[in-house]
């Protein structure tokens, strides 16, 4: 009776055992279409000067054991998940109302929301001295020359063609000494100086970044939502006309030569208010509103 159920119970158990394993990390480039995401469009783009403020969230609920690029989801990590840049890319993060910094891995979607900027791993958050529920009020800097290394180091990464320049033949000329100068009897003069090339390695930023917290001036600032930017003042009134009920004024400023003007609402007192102020922006069809630390 043994025999006869033994071999049927051991394929079961292997077949089982295969099926719960966690699938294999496969680190690889992501940018992927545009998608839409509790009702709005994202539209993903390569940025290696990102510079934004928001408000970060922590991950929380279920997540696949593995981040949108490949890469394996852990809690413990420096790792944080962003709705359009590439990944894997490399930034600081800034708690702006304490000043404490770190570097983190860009490398998952997370749960695109329109509210928050960026989302980070627990381990993250505690770094940064963030609520493990609440919300932070944090600054986004991409850093460009970790961020290309990281995405280098990748399978699937877009590949620029770069020509180096052409470089002609380089003449050594024996010229006679000033005058005044003595010429010694010694050896002679080197007809060039040997020049060591510079070394232009890259250090590819690990999958797991080291713990490194920096302090800074906390610089907490004013909760705003930010509508759009127009060159024409005439524009910028129409959308403030169309939210003139939640505040909304213009804001002209100089960009360049050209004179440009930015509908935005606020300050706001917490951030139930300008979660509200931007949810009623996106309904009002103004896609590209959200919110900022100013």
């Not at 025999?3 to 992927?32: M, W």
């Not at 998608?35 to 929380?60: C, N």
């Not at 990281?150 to 000494?177: C, F, H, M, T």
Request: glycine share 8%; aromatic share 4%.
């Amino acid at each position: 009776m043994t025999r006869r159920f033994f071999l049927p119970v051991t394929l079961a158990a292997l077949l089982l055992h295969a099926c719960t394993q966690p699938p294999k990390p496969d680190p690889h480039y992501v940018l992927g279409p545009p998608y839409q995401s509790g009702g709005v469009w994202f539209y993903p783009r390569d940025s290696d000067d990102l510079d934004e403020t928001g408000l970060a969230a922590v991950l929380t609920g279920a997540h696949p054991p593995l981040t949108t690029d490949g890469e394996v989801f852990d809690q413990t990590a420096l790792a944080a998940a962003h709705p359009t840049l590439q990944l894997p890319a490399i930034a600081r993060l800034t708690n702006l109302e304490n000043g404490l910094q770190v570097m983190v891995r860009l490398n998952d979607r997370g749960n695109p929301d329109p509210r928050r900027l960026v989302q980070v791993t627990r381990r993250t958050a505690t770094l940064l001295g963030m609520s493990q529920t609440g919300i932070g009020r944090v600054r986004l800097q991409v850093l460009p020359v970790e961020s290309r290394a990281a995405v280098e180091a990748v399978p699937g990464a877009p590949k620029l063609a770069i020509s180096p320049a052409p470089r002609g033949p380089v003449e050594v000329v024996q010229l006679a000494p000033p005058s005044g100068v003595r010429q010694g009897r010694g050896r002679p003069l080197a007809d060039a100086a040997v020049i060591k090339p510079i070394d232009e390695t890259i250090v590819t930023p690990p999958l797991r970044l080291p713990e490194a917290v920096v302090r800074t001036i906390p610089q907490p600032n004013r909760l705003m939502v930010r509508l759009d930017t127009f060159d024409a003042l005439h524009n910028a009134a129409v959308q403030q006309a169309k939210m003139s009920g939640a505040g909304a004024r213009i804001v002209a400023f100089q960009e360049g030569r050209t004179r440009q003007f930015r509908v935005q609402i606020g300050p706001l007192q917490d951030v139930a208010r300008a979660d509200a102020v931007l949810l009623q922006a996106l309904e009002y069809g103004i896609p590209d509103a959200r919110i900022v630390i100013d």
